[in-house]
């Protein structure tokens, strides 16, 4: 009768045992889910936050800067070419 009582004991304890791994496994499993979950959205909203703050330059300050360059080009091609005598 003893004998049935402690591997009776020894099987609970198993049992037992066996039941407390499963459930820290699914906790574990959770959490990590909830994780990547947290994380997959930082990722986007650090994507979204990257976009808003870009510096998108104008049109109009591009199209000064190429115009720019073209007069300092013609001025350095077509130079002074004679020296004012007399003045008007």
Known sequence: MRALTQ??????????????????????????EAHLIQALRQEVLAERDQILARKIATPVEVTARFIGSLQIRLVISYGARESARDGP
């Open 7 to 32: 591997r009776s004991l020894s099987f609970l304890f198993e049992y037992l045992l066996l039941n407390a791994v499963r459930q820290l496994r699914r906790r574990e499993s959770r959490f990590h």
